[in-house]
């Protein structure tokens, strides 16, 4: 007893241990793991595009993004999702898990994440930073809008690749769901949709009407996206960075697939 009342907790009977460790300890392990390794490139894919992009403007102070989309990036427009997965995700049920207890060993062995995945991640981020910084580049440099005129401009350029971004890491996350309930598809679409209403009211004449000096970006989202071409440009952008993903983890399933994997009702 004195044992017990010393402790941050205790359980009644050691049965309840089984369920504790080979069901939601393993599920917490998974869920971190996915949390950590998707924290670690959706932050590298974000930040590295400043870097490339400053071989292009001198090396000064001028970033890739707006400041707003900045701001509100890891706030708005991709926390959602990974949080719930951090949360809810599962690859397998309570049952299977209780049937198989071999699915404990990767948690024991810690394989889900060590510095192979994390340099995996930092390497996967460095990929996705350059599709989406070079393909829009590439599409900017000759031409032409409906319009007439030229669309490569910074800010047109500002908004397709933060576009781009948005994409990637929202459907990046939706590869590495592994249990899909109604909350996570809101989490995803809703934070795509998110991004797209803050991004129009923050380039409205509107707010920059009223708040001048911080909401520069006056229209650049409704001409941009308005032009065919740079939709094609995002959703090229978008593809070449998830195709890769789609094939490595499609070759995992089918020649080395995991424990979890090889259990998991078809």
């Not at 995700?89 to 394989?111: A, E, H, M, R």
């Not at 390497?123 to 031409?143: E, K, N, R």
Request: net charge neutral; aromatic share 20%; hydrophobic share 50%.
């Amino acid at each position: 007893m004195q044992a017990v009342m010393s402790s941050d907790y205790a359980f009644a009977q050691f049965r309840y241990l089984e369920r504790l460790l080979l069901v939601h300890g393993r599920w917490s392990y998974i869920r971190m793991c996915k949390f950590l390794r998707y924290f670690f490139f959706k932050n590298f894919a974000f930040t590295l595009v400043h870097f490339w992009y400053s071989f292009f403007n001198g090396y000064s102070a001028m970033v890739t993004y707006e400041d707003w989309f900045i701001t509100l990036y890891n706030l708005c427009y991709s926390s959602l999702p990974v949080l719930l997965v951090g949360l809810l995700d599962q690859d397998v049920n309570d049952k299977i898990s209780l049937k198989f207890p071999q699915l404990y060993l990767p948690g024991q062995l810690g394989t889900l994440f060590n510095y192979k995945n994390f340099f995996i991640s930092l390497f996967h981020g460095i990929f996705v930073s350059l599709i989406i910084f070079f393909i829009p580049y590439g599409a900017f440099l000759q031409t032409m809008g409906q319009d007439g005129e030229a669309p490569s401009d910074y800010q047109s350029f500002a908004v397709v690749t933060a576009s781009s971004l948005i994409f990637v890491v929202n459907l990046q996350i939706s590869l590495e769901t592994s249990y899909w309930t109604f909350v996570n598809c809101f989490a995803v679409l809703g934070s795509i949709a998110i991004y797209f209403g803050i991004m129009f009211d923050i380039h409205s004449a509107g707010i920059h009407v009223i708040f001048p000096a911080p909401f520069t970006f006056t229209g650049a989202a409704s001409n941009a996206l308005r032009q065919p071409y740079l939709w094609l440009t995002i959703i090229l952008t978008v593809g070449v960075s998830l195709l890769p993903v789609i094939c490595i983890q499609f070759l995992h399933k089918t020649i080395w697939p995991s424990i979890g994997d090889k259990v998991r009702p078809p």
